[in-house]
């Protein structure tokens, strides 16, 4: 079964930083490209960053380039996501996703998606 996990979110200050991680306990994710989304409380869900299948091509909303990293961890089978100088907008849900692409991070889509994991920005 297909199953998208997140983990390490948490709470920060305005400033610090956060690590997010994705696995799948029951297959390698090194077959599609994946990216992550934040929802805001009440608001939609709004693209943070992709990366394809081989680690080589990446993506991230203008907001957050030059801060926030998304890697690939073949070793540890996960997508992990590093945020660094966060601000109290960025608080929200960090949803993993997979593609159906294994090449597309430009105009990413999302066709696989996790819970979600809680990152909160206090100021």
């Known amino acids: 079964q297909v199953q998208l996990v997140e983990s390490g979110g948490g709470l920060v200050q305005a400033g610090g930083s956060l690590r997010l991680s994705c696995a799948d306990s029951g297959r390698t994710l090194t077959s599609y490209a994946m990216g992550w989304f934040r929802q805001h409380p009440g608001k939609g869900r709004e693209f943070v960053a992709a990366i394809n299948w081989s680690g080589g091509s990446t993506n991230y909303a203008n907001s957050v380039r030059g801060r926030f990293t998304i890697s690939r961890d073949d070793r540890k089978n996960t997508i992990d996501l590093q945020m660094s100088s966060l601000r109290p907008e960025e608080t929200g849900l960090y949803c993993c996703?997979?593609?159906?692409?294994?090449?597309?991070?430009?105009?990413?889509?999302?066709?696989?998606w996790g819970q979600g994991n809680q990152g909160t920005v206090s100021s």
């Open positions: 996703t997979e593609s159906q692409s294994r090449t597309m991070v430009v105009s990413y889509v999302a066709d696989l």
